[in-house]
């Protein structure tokens, strides 16, 4: 089983720029008007803005290219905000999934993976990996293969 969210990933990110586009245009548009109610329409429209860039961001949505293999399960990612880090990858191999824990915020819209490995030292946990900008059909699918492959269930 094979999938990515790269229609989802471009949307997202198209939308980044496009209210950034949106915003300065109507900066400039309000500074040529040289309307009495200038101030106060830049600083509510900054404001709206603001708010929707911080709320976009704290969903923290990730491009995810998910893989399974004979051996193992991969996921690839990265942020698709604009100051995005570099790849990130966790590979575990089919025998050593422990459990998964999907947790869900703010209303729903903000989900996180957290995966758990089986190693010589005993449980070890992943980074909680964002799942926000996955279709809700590719997190059922994600979550019926890791309770497949899951070895412990979660405490």
Known sequence: M????QN???WIKLSYYLLVFVYLGSIVLSILQHSEYMYYFLA????IFISCVWFTLSLNFNYIIFKETDNSIIF???????FHDKFKSIEIPKNKLSHIVIKESVFGLKSSLELYQITNQ?????PPLSISALKKEQKSIIFELC????????N
């Not at 509510?44 to 404001?47: A, D, G, H, P």
């Open 76 to 82: 690839r990612y990265y942020p698709l905000h604009p």
């Open 147 to 154: 309770q497949k492959y899951s070895q412990n269930t979660p």
């Open 2 to 5: 094979n999938f990515t969210n």
């Open 44 to 47: 509510s429209f900054t404001f």
């Open 122 to 126: 005993g449980i070890a946990k992943y």
């Open 8 to 10: 989802t990933a471009t």
